[in-house]
């Protein structure tokens, strides 16, 4: 791990002996830690001990049940707690970490949150940003959000949430990157450098904690908590590369999950947790549970009651209890019996008690909880900045016909219509903080837009109808100023809250009375925008079909009025990329680009004869993975090779030459995937390798290079070892997973 006074010596030496010399560094600093560490230990109790390894929500917010068992301020003050989430703010850590230091041992508390998107500054929901397939903006933004976390006195973030999530019924889908594993290492490894900073000696840094370790993405049914029965080999091979990009960015903490994997709970994993983690992959930071999910063993059928729990938590590598008490009421109990051994209470303690030396809380058990930091971070204009550049580039632009975006000079009456217009804690979405001035922090639809447009344009509101109810008495006013209007602007999707954790649902289809206004809109003939805001991808089939253009706009954050405003008014030219393919109907779930071919596979969409395919339903998703329009048109060119076979050691150049042939600027990503055609496992028809950000100018023509090398080739075979294997590869490039030039190389 990084500590920020090591940069500051190591600037001052030469090149040559830099890198040892950090090196020495690094160890020495270690080192000390570690014999901090081992002369605390040294002196601590059992209970205090095992207090270290308890961590309790602050009772004014909460994400789950809170036992209530006495005076948890008292515990404090007994050494009993190591860690609290849900307590922010100078004040209240403050207040909280002074009764720690009345503890015997003054070992000071560590403070976790739930910092998904933002901390004051609300950022896009992760799914937002991840369309933006931007890692070093996503770094910014996590940079930004660690910043005012810590200043609220947090050190610790629970996120990033990495799970690759192929099914869109699942709420938490929104918390992370996406169905792909490739895009979603990128992203998991920008996180945690956002959100660590320059390394944890660094007062405005979080330390990250990567989760839900592991396969909780995969939740059968995409009902949440629910079992996951998945391969090794898909495991592997799709969902465990994130949390290792994670490991090897230097991620502070893992937290593992509360699913089952393949019968066993996540929370008592030994292989996830002692083999691969702390094994194979040396991870060396904390582990903590999920919320309760040490005591929810026993609801799985895996541990016989609490007690076993404890132990069966521990023994298999999870260090620290978020809020079930199973360790606090067991571990002692089990130590005596000798069920769980000391070294593996002491193993726990140290990883604790090492991450507060390395915050630097030893030295200063406040220095995170300074007023005037607070003061500086609250509303920071700098902040909004990067919210707003975050924010632009996670729409995406789905349809636009007649080129009816952006608005043009004869748009002078806009009927701005739906139960999102105005509205301010739906568009902070779920996973945002709760803070008294909402108001404050967010820019509206309306006020964005109206800012934009000025007096030139007539804008006109009506709710037209709630978001998710069976009342239509709002229709009337909605389609009279529609009628009046030359361009009816829809702002339709989902409520904060019916995405995120436990909200998984059935039905996708735009909630409540929505698409009937929709249908009654487009009755009216005039050009209609649609504007959707929600947590995860949802099913807009029919209505996409009687509207010119849509624009699929998440939940943005604090600017999403202004961000809106900048692509409706064309002053940014969209360039978000769908990062989850986007289903046609509920019965195509789950849907992901990165599928088998199967011995049937459908000749087209519309084959069903005796292939794998739907009777009643097309066989592609409505928008594929990797799609997304700009107001310009791009042309590729064809892929040319260097050499078309290629040996171990050896990389192969595909260039492709772009041209931006339409009539604006803009951005376009550049995506390549590859198909390994024959190998000794079935391998996906295609997978995302590498992609390129371009921009190009009206007119302008670039050529890019990929070059290719045997790592992109490589899977985890039978065997699970991570190998490439000689044969024919089809190698695609393209706009999305679907429109792609193709050609063929081998590997020799
Ligand atoms: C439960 C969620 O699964 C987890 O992601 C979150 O970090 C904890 N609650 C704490 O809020």
Partial sequence: MKLLSISKICLKVTSVTFFCFCAFIVEAQQKSIQQKVDSVLKLMTLDEKIGQLNQYSGDWDFTGPITADGDKQQQIMDGLVGSMLNVTGVEHTRMLQSLAMKSRLRIPLLFGQDVIHGFRTTFPIPLAQSASWNPELIEKAERVAGTEASAYGVHWTFSPMVDIARDPRWGRVMEGAGEDTYLGSLIAAARVKGFQGKGYGDTAAVMACVKHFAGYGAAIGGRDYNSVDMSLHNLWEFYLPPFKAAVDAGVGSVMNSFNDLNGIPATG????????????????GIVVSDWGSVGEMVNHGYAANQRDAAKIAINAGCDMDMESRCYKNHLKDLLRTGEVKLSTIDAAVKTVLKTKFELGLFDDPFRFCKASRQDNQTHHPEN???????????????????????????????????PFVKSVRDHLGFWSMEWPDDTATIVTLWDGLKNALGKDVELKYAKGCNVNDQDSSGFAEALQIAADADLVLLSMGEARDMSGEAKSRSQLHLPGVQESLIHAMHQLGKPVVLLIHAGRPLIFDQPASQVEAILYAWWLGSEAGNALAAVLTGKYNPSGKLTMSFPRTEGQIPIYYNHLNTGRPASSATDVNYVSAYTDLLNTPRYPFGFGLSYTDFSYGDILLDKTSFHSGETIKASITITNTGDYDGEETVQLYLRDITASLARPVKELKDFKKIFLKKGESRTLVFNLNVEK??????????????????????????TLKKVNIQYN
């Fill in 269 to 284: 994993n030994r292989y996830l947790m002692r083999e691969v983690l702390k094994g194979k992959w040396n991870f060396k």
């Fill in 384 to 418: 909004r900045k990067v919210a707003f550049e975050m924010a632009e580039k996670s729409i995406v632009l789905l349809k636009n016909e007649n080129q009816v975006l952006p608005f043009n000079k004869k748009m002078k009456k806009i009927a701005f219509i739906g």
């Fill in 713 to 738: 080739l490589k899977f985890y075979n039978e065997r699970l070892e991570y190998k490439a294997e000689p044969g024919a590869f089809e190698l695609m490039i393209g706009p999305d997973s679907e």
